[in-house]
């Protein structure tokens, strides 16, 4: 079983992923923007193998989220969800621990994109 941390302002898409992602038997946290995600870090990063983070949130955006994640839990992956092209990104995706998602999306796709990350 993995575990995934949820970053998303918007609670209807969470509790989707959440119960696709937990029925493909994964353990799902979730959180509400990029501070929660980071205090959730701070005390579960050795258990969390994926962040599934969207880019344009309140406080600390799914791009500031990513930086942390790669200077302090560089062992874990990071998936951006985002309606903006993959050009806003200024070439993240790029690197091995980061992939991109467009909205919308079907949850079926997200979650074989997920399998797929978490397998490489």
Request: glycine content about 0%; cysteine-free; overall charge positive.
């Given at each position: 079983m993995k575990h995934i941390l949820v970053v998303d302002d918007d609670s209807a898409l969470r509790g989707f992923l959440k119960k696709a992602l937990t029925k493909n038997g994964h353990k799902v946290i979730e959180a509400s923007d990029g501070e929660d995600a980071i205090a959730i870090l701070d005390t579960q990063a050795d258990n969390i193998h994926l962040v599934l983070t969207d880019i344009v949130?309140?406080?600390?955006?799914g791009t500031e989220l990513a930086s942390?994640?790669?200077?302090?839990y560089a062992h874990?992956?990071?998936m951006f969800m985002t309606g903006f092209s993959a050009m806003a990104l200024n070439g993240t995706d790029d690197h091995p621990h980061i992939k991109t998602v467009s909205k919308p999306f079907h949850l079926n796709d997200i979650v074989k994109r997920v399998n797929i990350m978490l397998s490489q």
């Open positions: 949130m309140p406080n600390i955006n942390h994640i790669q200077k302090h874990i992956k990071v």
